[in-house]
């Protein structure tokens, strides 16, 4: 099984390798763009659900990484805030089988996954309408329809709590020298 995955992946470098993107016409990098896009769904949703298994099996744990989200940052070559998403993700599809399915189909996309995910998480019963949204409208609509879902699940004292329970403010100062400030906290206190 691996080996055919590892063989594919073999000669995806290899096509890729002789793409030439800058001699190809508009109308052939559209289609590339679709073809790639389709690929990476396909692999993001494996990839994600390997990450899962990866936490519940806590294999993690071998190479002395402090928790699932640091093995993924340095197994991947990503951000720790990008491992974090991708293995509360994983974690969340473990109790949504469609949305697993059409991730791993290369129906929706990552970003359309923590949507219907953050939602459907709140609400089971809206993982089908908020799949078939995925499927016809933009990231931001199905975001603010994921936040309605979550808003009408979830009672206002309880979404305090939440909030004020998941408050931060983060300080940095970005590549330009520029100074940035991040915060959450309730509607009340800010």
Same mark, same amino acid.
């Given at each position: 099984?691996?080996?055919?995955? !590892? ?28 073809? +790639? ?15 899962? #298994? ?7 744990? =071998? ?22 998403? =991708? ?49 016809? +409208?933009? =990231?931001?609509?199905? #975001? ?14 309880? #979404?305090? !709590?939440?909030?004020? !329970?998941?408050?931060?403010? !983060? ?12 915060? #959450?906290?309730? =509607?009340?206190?800010?």
């Amino acid at each position: 099984m691996f080996d055919e995955l !590892k063989n594919i992946v073999t000669q995806l470098r290899d096509v890729s390798s002789r793409i030439d993107v800058e001699v190809i016409d508009g109308k052939s990098a559209a289609e590339l763009v679709r073809i +790639s896009e389709d690929a990476r769904r396909v692999l993001d949703g494996l990839r994600t659900s390997a990450i899962g #298994r990866v936490g519940t099996t806590e294999a993690w744990r =071998v190479g002395g990484s402090k928790n699932s989200a640091e093995w993924v940052a340095l197994h991947t070559g990503t951000p720790i805030y990008e491992a974090q998403a =991708v293995v509360v993700l994983a974690d969340q599809l473990r109790h949504l089988p469609q949305t697993v399915e059409a991730m791993n189909s290369g129906k929706i996309s990552t970003a359309q996954a923590v949507e219907v995910a953050r939602g459907a998480t709140a609400e089971p019963h809206a993982e089908e309408r908020l799949l078939n949204l995925a499927k016809s +409208s933009t =990231v931001r609509t199905l #975001r603010d329809e994921a936040s309605r879902v979550i808003a009408a699940a979830t009672d206002e004292v309880e #979404r305090h !709590k939440r909030i004020h !329970k998941n408050r931060c403010l !983060k300080t940095w100062t970005d590549q330009d020298g520029a100074f940035n400030l991040k915060a #959450r906290m309730t =509607v009340a206190n800010g």
